[in-house]
T-cell receptor
Framework: GDSVTQMEGPVTLSEEAFLTINCTYTATGYPSLFWYVQYPGEGLQLLLKATKADDKGSNKGFEATYRKETTSFHLEKGSVQVSDSAVYFCARKTGGGSEKLVFGKGTKLTVNP | DVKVTQSSRYLVKRTGEKVFLECVQDMDHENMFWYRQDPGLGLRLIYFSYDVKMKEKGDIPEGYSVSREKKERFSLILESASTNQTSMYLC?????????????FGSGTRLTVV
């Protein structure tokens, strides 16, 4: 069925380091793909999205490119900040015109000063 | 600013109690969802609704029911709370009119059943 697999955490980086969080999805059609971020004690917020192959979503210095050939949507940021410490979730639309999203299990990022 | 509001941030309930978690959205969204979030398990869909008075089971509906009497409100009901229902509960909404916008989430309700 429809699923999303993202890299296990936790991930710990120093400030200004490069970040990659891997995400792959099952190839049922060409679903819209999303990254959500959850700051401590809060609900999830949409970080960025891509709706078709080769689209690049970007926001707050984060980027992810929809790669059809590798069924991936990896999240990257060139220089992380302490304020980026959060849990990041990759998600995809399920197939068949459904409005449901399927989420990965989340990757906790901690950025140290 | 559009919002999904969950009535409580923290709740403590006793085993066997009937528990109501309320969620209200002000965006005129058709779709509403209830998830629970547990460490190592991510988000799991409990129930969702595409319209008033409509509901569909998600992946883990056992022990839960829902009510959607008005478009803006979606309630999650724990019929007889148990300790294994201690979790963070997240409500979300979306609309097929802007289908690629994803969900808008509430801030969550952290429920502890003792």
């Amino acid at each position: 069925g429809d699923s999303v697999t993202q890299m296990e955490g936790p991930v710990t980086l120093s400030e200004e380091a490069f970040l990659t969080i891997n995400c792959t999805y099952t190839a049922t059609g060409y679903p819209s793909l999303f990254w959500y971020v959850q700051y401590p004690g809060e609900g999830l917020q949409l970080l960025l999205k891509a709706t078709k192959a080769d689209d690049k979503g970007s926001n707050k210095g984060f980027e992810a490119t929809y790669r059809k050939e590798t069924t991936s949507f990896h999240l990257e940021k060139g220089s992380v900040q302490v304020s980026d410490s959060a849990v990041y979730f990759c998600a995809r639309k399920t197939g068949g015109g459904s409005e449901k999203l399927v989420f990965g299990k989340g990757t906790k990022l901690t950025v140290n000063p | 600013d559009v919002k999904v509001t969950q009535s409580s941030r923290y709740l403590v309930k006793r085993t066997g109690e009937k528990v109501f978690l309320e969620c209200v959205q002000d965006m005129d969204h058709e779709n509403m969802f209830w998830y629970r979030q547990d460490p190592g398990l991510g988000l799991r869909l409990i129930y969702f609704s595409y319209d008033v008075k409509m509901k569909e089971k998600g992946d883990i509906p056992e022990g839960y029911s829902v009510s959607r009497e008005k478009k803006e409100r979606f309630s999650l009901i724990l019929e007889s709370a148990s300790t294994n229902q201690t979790s963070m509960y997240l409500c979300a909404s979306s609309t097929p009119r802007f289908t690629n916008y994803g969900y808008t989430f509430g801030s969550g309700t952290r429920l502890t059943v003792v």
